[in-house]
């Protein structure tokens, strides 16, 4: 219903706030040897104990609040459980994303919630403890943002929410991950290549992004493009813990978010009717999020 609705929303939030107290009090000891963190598939590839301690925190406020409901986490998962989206109210959390920056000691860490219910992804919760940034979104509710500069919730996106005339003037995100095998890494150096230089035979036929950044969280991506700080936002190789709450927040900004699609031109035509989040989407692992990129010309 909706008042249970609201109450696993305004718990979400202050879940996320106390997950950013322990990440932050986390972040106190130093990473400059490898004790507090280790490697999974890479050596870009990180979990630092401040992801599993942070995780365990969460999943058992979360169980102790609402027992009937499942849990899907990125460090139980690499543990090896296997949740799937099944028909309960189903909590998909990073308990760091961007657990590189965390170990660098580079801000764009976040801890990120999304909540999926009947199999869509209806509330999401990303906050930046460093930053003191939280931002939330319930579908149908729009997008907010509270940080010390809009200290009550302020609605997103919070500029220019008209769409850009060109991809000239976009600020794009991509993001390299940590595959970085040679057949992934040439897919990512190409696609890279088309959006944002003068390639011959580019999508985009000599026009290209006027910026370029890798921030190094997933969901940090969606939510700058919900807020319209970045136009558009790349990558392949994403879970479904780094998506979930940046998904909904997005769309909610007015943004289209497209699985596995890599072509801008794509993403365009696809831009409608792409406002339900479905398992397929959540596990698609390739993500374009877009916002304001108007014109088919730009491909
Ligand atoms: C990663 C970050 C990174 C993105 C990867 C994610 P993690 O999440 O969001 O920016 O490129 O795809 O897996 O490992 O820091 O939680």
């Given at each position: 219903s909706?008042?249970?609705?609201?109450?696993?929303?305004?718990?979400?939030?202050?879940?996320?706030?106390?997950?950013?107290?322990?990440?932050?009090?986390?972040?106190?000891?130093?990473?400059?040897?490898?004790?507090?963190?280790?490697?999974?598939?890479?050596?870009?590839?990180?979990?630092?104990?401040?992801?599993?301690?942070?995780?365990?925190?969460?999943?058992?406020?979360?169980?102790?609040?609402?027992?009937?409901?499942?849990?899907?986490?990125?460090?139980?998962?690499?543990?090896?459980?296997?949740?799937?989206?099944?028909?309960?109210?189903?909590?998909?959390?990073?308990?760091?994303?961007?657990?590189?920056?965390?170990?660098?000691?580079?801000?764009?860490?976040?801890?990120?919630?999304?909540?999926?219910?009947d199999?869509?992804?209806?509330?999401?919760?990303?906050?930046?403890?460093?930053?003191?940034?939280?931002?939330?979104?319930?579908?149908?509710?729009?997008?907010?943002?509270?940080?010390?500069?809009?200290?009550?919730p302020?609605?997103?996106?919070?500029?220019?929410?008209?769409?850009?005339?060109?991809?000239?003037?976009?600020?794009?995100?991509?993001?390299?991950?940590?595959?970085?095998?040679?057949?992934?890494?040439?897919?990512?150096?190409s696609?890279?290549?088309?959006?944002?230089?003068?390639?011959?035979?580019?999508?985009?036929?000599?026009?290209?992004?006027?910026?370029?950044?890798?921030?190094?969280?997933?969901?940090?991506?969606?939510?700058?493009?919900?807020?319209?700080?970045?136009?558009?936002?790349?990558?392949?190789?994403?879970?479904?813990?780094?998506?979930?709450?940046?998904?909904?927040?997005a769309?909610e900004?007015?943004?289209?978010?497209?699985?596995?699609?890599?072509?801008?031109?794509?993403?365009?035509?696809?831009?409608?009717?792409?406002?339900?989040?479905?398992?397929?989407?959540?596990?698609?692992?390739?993500?374009?999020?877009?916002?304001?990129?108007?014109?088919?010309?730009?491909?």
């Amino acid at each position: 219903s909706e008042s249970e609705l609201q109450d696993i929303y305004t718990f979400a939030i202050d879940l996320s706030r106390k997950a950013g107290r322990a990440i932050v009090e986390g972040s106190s000891r130093r990473f400059s040897s490898s004790a507090g963190f280790d490697q999974k598939k890479n050596t870009a590839d990180l979990v630092t104990e401040t992801d599993q301690a942070t995780e365990e925190l969460v999943k058992k406020e979360i169980s102790t609040r609402f027992p009937s409901h499942q849990f899907i986490g990125e460090e139980s998962w690499a543990a090896g459980e296997e949740n799937a989206i099944g028909d309960a109210v189903t909590w998909i959390v990073d308990p760091i994303d961007g657990t590189t920056n965390f170990v660098h000691g580079f801000p764009f860490t976040c801890i990120s919630i999304g909540i999926v219910v009947d199999k869509q992804a209806v509330i999401g919760v990303v906050y930046a403890p460093f930053m003191d940034t939280l931002y939330h979104g319930c579908k149908g509710k729009g997008s907010y943002v509270s940080s010390p500069h809009h200290q009550t919730p302020t609605q997103l996106p919070l500029a220019n929410p008209q769409p850009l005339p060109s991809l000239t003037q976009a600020l794009v995100a991509f993001e390299w991950g940590s595959d970085r095998r040679s057949a992934v890494l040439s897919k990512k150096l190409s696609s890279f290549a088309k959006i944002t230089g003068d390639a011959e035979g580019g999508v985009v036929g000599g026009k290209f992004a006027q910026g370029v950044r890798s921030i190094g969280s997933a969901a940090l991506n969606f939510c700058h493009v919900a807020s319209g700080s970045l136009d558009l936002y790349w990558e392949i190789g994403c879970w479904a813990w780094d998506v979930c709450a940046g998904i909904v927040i997005a769309q909610e900004a007015g943004a289209a978010v497209v699985g596995s699609q890599t072509h801008a031109k794509e993403v365009i035509e696809a831009k409608e009717g792409f406002n339900v989040v479905t398992p397929q989407l959540l596990t698609g692992r390739k993500y374009v999020v877009i916002r304001a990129i108007d014109g088919a010309d730009d491909g």
